[in-house]
């Protein structure tokens, strides 16, 4: 037994991943400041180095020009030396360091321009980095009149000062560093609200059963219009990573494929529909063709002409009333008038007018006693049209059932014959408008393929939905699930002789 269950639920999704667009530009503006800090750091750092050297170069040539007017220094003048963080010696040997290129020493001061430099460490014994680097000296040795003279200046008190100043440099940096991030995520997260807000607009107007109204697709614009960009005139690349976008993305992509199917569907409805009208329209036209030559003078063939005129004409009436039918519920025209009513007393009232129209088949009733809150003429017109196509699909003499039941909180109206049943793989396609299982039985049962999908819209609208049963050469059970009623009650049926002409 096959079984088909037409449900419309919402589609949840939304798991956020930490590679958003906010992650991903806020850790760009973070790295890019840090880029800027460490730029500016190992500048301080050159220019710092290059102003220590500076300082200690015109030291030691203010002590050479001293040494060449006045020899060396004695032992009081020395000690004022070493309290200003000099020292001068002589040296035996050759000189030792570095020499500057001469490109370069053109930049020195003359007495030492042709001296060789070097560093050196006083402080290393059991000392840490930053013990060794107060002992720093900046040496020079430079020969005069055949004699090689020492020059030492301490730098040490200088970098010491230096440290502890860019000690202060990188806590402030830190600090910065940490007080933007927090910052431009919050301002990166507001200027991507207004692609959220299209999101979700978006995702909306995607939901099941959501409705392109136009209140809707202005407030799609109204969120477009609010994203103010410069240009927007180049195409954006959407990287997997960014959930923002992708998100966006999909929402859009998704509701352009529904825009897309919709018109669609409205090009088969519109070709489906021409195509219905076409044969009552060709059939009147022939015979009024042939009223016009034979029929003036023939009995027989004007009421032959009159009838199926009429009888075309009927068709093309109801026709014409179904497709407004869906144009407006597709509208959302429709209003609904909601009442209370027992389901077992609109299904005696709707198999009471029909007994009276056709005789042909046995009718059974098994119905309870439940309360729906729901538009009383619409599940009226449901329920005939479900009684309208067991009636066409099952042959004479054969069983049509009515049954009611409470099933926890939902209401089934059901109607069960015995007739030609339908197949598994058309089960899913009867409620498409104009979609009819047995294109053979046409003509003879005058079905336009759009009462099940009047049923459907009906169940959908009042919150329920519709369900399918059956098996090809032994029936067909369709079910209207409703809402029911909460403080119903199932109570046992009424006595037959209350329904008096029908079986129970």
Known sequence: MSKSKYNNSPETSGSKSKFSIVYKLNSRLIFRLFAIFLALDIIICIFTSMSIIAYSEQKVASVAEMILKSGMPDDRSADWLQISGLDVKVVEGEPEGYTVPDTFSELLPESTATGTRRFELTNTVDASIFKQLEGLVYKIDFKQNGITYEISVKIGTFIDIFRSAFLALLVIELLILLSRAFKDARLISRTLDPITELTKVAQSLNSVGSQFNPEKMEALAGKIEGINASRLDTRIQINETQDELKNLARAINSMLDRINESYRAQVRFVSD???????????????????????????????????????????????????????????????????????????????????????????????????????????KQALRILIDNAIKYTPSGGNIIVSTVKEGEFAKLSVQDDGIGISPEAIPLIFDRFYRADESRTRATGGSGLGLSIAKWISLRHGGHMEVLSREGIGTKITIVLPAVSNDLILPIKPQEEYPGFKI
Not at 310 to 331: I, T, Y
Not at 366 to 371: A, G, H, N, Q
């Open 273 to 379: 529909a021409s195509h219905e009208l076409r044969t009552p329209i060709s059939v009147i036209q022939g015979y009024a063709n042939m009223l016009d030559r034979w029929g003036k003078n023939d009995e027989k063939t004007l009421l032959e002409s009159i009838s199926a005129i009429k009888d075309e004409a009927a068709n093309m009436k109801d026709l014409v009333e179904q497709l407004l039918f869906l144009a407006r519920g597709d509208n959302n025209t429709i209003t609904l008038q909601i009442d209370e009513f027992k389901l077992s007393e609109l299904s005696m009232e709707v198999i009471h007018e029909t007994k009276m129209i056709d005789s042909a088949h046995n009718y059974e009733v098994r119905l309870s006693d439940i309360t729906v809150a729901a538009d009383k003429a619409l599940i």
